[in-house]
T-cell receptor
Framework: GAGVSQSPRYKVAKRGQDVALRCDPI?????LFWYQQALGQGPEFLTY????????KSGLPSDRFFAERPEGSVSTLKIQRTQQEDSAVYLC??????????????FGPGTRLLVL | GENVEQHPSTLSVQEGDSAVIKCTYS??????FPWYKQELGKRPQLIID?????GEKKDQRIAVTLNKTAKHFSLHITETQPEDSAVYFC???????????FGAGTRLFVKA
């Protein structure tokens, strides 16, 4: 079946611009995670959804970052007033059940964001 | 603070040799430990995982060992091949919430 997909794959934004990154998880997956991966680093947790509920947003770096999953499937990560330090790959991952931490997370290909 | 430390950051081996990557974690409540392989420009993919009720798990050339007392786990790759060259990440759930912490990664080079 189809895996996790993300769009756009690449995004170039001017500093101060707002961006929206989309994640389509595997159909039926309950858990959805967003990560930020800087060049040469491991993924860093941003936020977690269980269906439509955002249960953990402790990793969001500032109030410029906002995520939603209104119908419990597709999720959008929005970054307002982008800064150069926001440049990174944004990864989405999903897992089948609400035990998301204790089971395989399936990653999407990521969106590479470059803020100029 | 809560963290996962991974060593070494870079590892170079000859084809056919073994490679070992080690991780330590801080949260004694963690009980699931996956390893991911990430090739350049691609998504992380799970290669093996282990739960805290076992000490070792093997899948063909790949094995993971876990020492809960010492809070460390290791990835072992035997008979390495050039296609094993990639960045490997360990991870552990941390803090009783919903956060998974990843190690900083190990860049493995397998020389033919």
């Amino acid at each position: 079946g189809a895996g996790v997909s993300q769009s756009p794959r690449y995004k170039v934004a001017k500093r101060g611009q707002d961006v929206a990154l989309r994640c389509d998880p595997i159909s039926g997956h309950v858990s959805l995670f967003w990560y930020q991966q800087a060049l040469g680093q491991g993924p860093e947790f941003l936020t977690y959804f269980q269906n439509e509920a955002q249960l953990d947003k402790s990793g969001l770096p500032s109030d410029r970052f906002f995520a939603e999953r209104p119908e419990g499937s597709v999720s959008t990560l929005k970054i307002q007033r982008t800064q150069q330090e926001d440049s990174a790959v944004y990864l989405c991952a999903s897992s089948p059940t609400s035990g998301g931490l204790w089971e395989t997370q399936y990653f999407g290909p990521g969106t590479r964001l470059l803020v100029l | 603070g809560e963290n996962v430390e991974q060593h070494p950051s870079t590892l170079s081996v000859q084809e056919g040799d073994s490679a070992v990557i080690k991780c330590t974690y801080s949260d004694s409540a963690s009980n699931y430990f996956p390893w991911y392989k990430q090739e350049l420009g691609k998504r992380p993919q799970l290669i093996i995982d282990i739960r805290s009720n076992v000490g070792e798990k093997k899948d063909q050339r790949i094995a993971v060992t876990l020492n809960k007392t010492a809070k460390h786990f290791s990835l072992h790759i035997t008979e390495t091949q050039p296609e094993d060259s990639a960045v490997y990440f360990c991870a552990a759930p941390i803090g009783g919430g919903f956060k998974t912490i990843f190690g900083a990664g190990t860049r493995l080079f397998v020389k033919a």
